[in-house]
């Protein structure tokens, strides 16, 4: 029973941690949209860190030994690419490449 008791208050604790650095930023920065950094970091943040995620995801999901190297993530890659500047919806690019991968993956389409 102590263990439920523990295990409630690690989640509420959790929860309301991830909640606060979610809203910290919009309530802090909604008085600064008018400075420079803001608009900077704005504009060009968003980009940054797609291109992180994606290097990241290259470097440590793609079979770089196989055939045709990186053949298996750069495929969905570039589905998502292609699906967004198409339709200009990330959430339908994302899960597009998501659901690319994990075929090309589960149904090992991508000879190894």
Known sequence: MAESWYLAAFIGVTAIATFATRVIPFL???????????????????????ALLATVFLQRSANWSADVPGLDAL???????????????????????????????QLALVPA
Do not use: C
């Not at 008085?31 to 980009?47: E, M, N, V």
């Not at 969905?76 to 993956?105: D, E, F, K």
């Open 28 to 50: 802090f920065f909604e008085r600064h949209t008018d400075h420079p950094l803001i608009k900077h970091l704005g504009r060009y943040l968003p980009a940054a860190v797609m």
């Open 75 to 105: 495929l969905p890659g570039l589905l998502v690419v292609v699906i967004h500047l198409w339709r200009r919806n990330a959430l339908l690019s994302i899960a597009a490449g998501t659901i690319a991968y994990m075929t090309i993956q």
